[in-house]
């Protein structure tokens, strides 16, 4: 059976929209990436798409990086096995060739574009695309402010958990996973992605495929930093991590963890986020300012709200401009470099 994940490689947060997109695959381990270019409604998604259901009918697995502007659209797959990754390379997570030929291989459908045709639509683009963008800027503002509720939340739960709970877990992981194990003078990578994402249906999150098969600790309370303490641990033994950030603090946030290697991962579990299969760690909880605290969530949970009613609004716009390019596209063309691009992995040692 083929595995499947889902998760983020950007994200709309407070600090606009945060791309990891650096991280689906290293240029090193990389045997092709495609650069997908073109405008809304060119079928950059839909090739993704076609691509990722053919591999895995070969057998392979894929990661599946979808839009947090759009869930049902996709940034980006990874054929894993053929270390081959197919990316949309248009604005806002522009993805430029790094080593042409070499690794990176851009393809252009705006190739298969009538372009007098789409030229007479000139303004209503350009008005719409102004608009979205107005828009969006909007919505990263209702996220500064959800963020200030959002840091008071972590105030309080930093004065509600009992450090030493934390410290003792930190330590029994330390003992049966790594205290056994040398420092490894290879040390292991760190891959940074996102679990959850706000969009236009809400605060989505992708935690069930990305944990699955897994054995999952389950934290709920105020974990600190002790996902960071934990990677370190395992990077420092030559051991791989993933690490899924907080859209909050997209910067320095780790809210979950993966070790592959020793099938463990570790799930921050609180209001918003949760995952149900696995041991959970429930670290002593202080009464201490529960009317604020339920004041914040409230507040918080308002502002994602308006803040998804309005990636929503953005992507009906973006809906719009998809009117003026769909009917100008040569997709059965489209269709034929999709099989030959398809054939052409396949072929890939």
């Not at 947060?13 to 991280?23: H, I, Q, R, V």
């Amino acid at each position: 059976m083929t595995m499947q994940k889902h998760f983020y490689l950007g994200a709309n947060t407070p600090y606009g929209f945060f791309s990891y997109y650096d991280n689906i695959i290293s240029q090193y381990e990389a045997r092709k990436i495609y650069c997908i270019k073109g405008g809304p409604g060119t079928g950059k998604s839909s090739f993704m798409k076609k691509c990722a259901e053919k591999m895995i009918k070969e057998g392979y697995d894929v990661e599946f990086m979808h839009c947090s502007s759009d869930d049902d659209s996709l940034d980006g797959i990874l054929i894993k096995g053929k270390n081959i990754a197919l990316l949309d390379g248009t604005s806002p997570h522009i993805t430029d060739p790094k080593n042409p030929g070499a690794v990176d291989t851009i393809i252009n459908l705006g190739d298969f574009w009538d372009e007098e045709k789409i030229y007479k639509n000139k303004d209503n683009i350009i008005s719409t695309n102004k608009k979205i963008g107005e828009n969006f800027k909007r919505a990263y503002k209702y996220l500064k402010a959800a963020k200030a509720f959002y840091d008071d939340l972590e105030v309080i739960y930093q004065k509600s958990y009992d450090e030493y709970e934390r410290e003792v877990f930190v330590k029994e992981i330390y003992d049966t996973y790594f205290a056994n194990m040398p420092v490894c003078p290879i040390k292991g990578s760190e891959r940074k992605l996102f679990a959850t994402a706000i969009t236009p249906s809400g605060f989505s999150q992708r935690l069930n495929t990305i944990f699955e098969g897994l054995n999952v600790k389950i934290l709920k309370g105020y974990t600190g930093n002790i996902l960071e303490k934990i990677s370190d641990f395992a990077i420092s033994r030559g051991f791989d991590v993933e690490k899924y950030y907080c859209i909050m603090e997209p910067y320095s946030k780790c809210e979950h963890l993966i070790i592959e290697e020793l099938n463990l991962a570790f799930c921050t579990s609180n209001e918003f986020h949760g995952y149900d299969n696995g041991e959970v760690i429930e670290f002593n909880k202080k009464p201490y300012l529960e009317n604020e605290r339920l004041y914040d969530i409230k507040m918080y949970t308002e502002i994602l709200n308006k803040t998804a009613d309005t990636i929503k609004n953005s992507k009906k716009m973006h809906d719009e401009l998809e009117k003026y390019y769909i009917p100008n596209m040569n997709f059965k063309k489209i269709n034929a470099l999709c099989d030959k691009t398809i054939k052409q992995i396949l072929e890939m040692a």
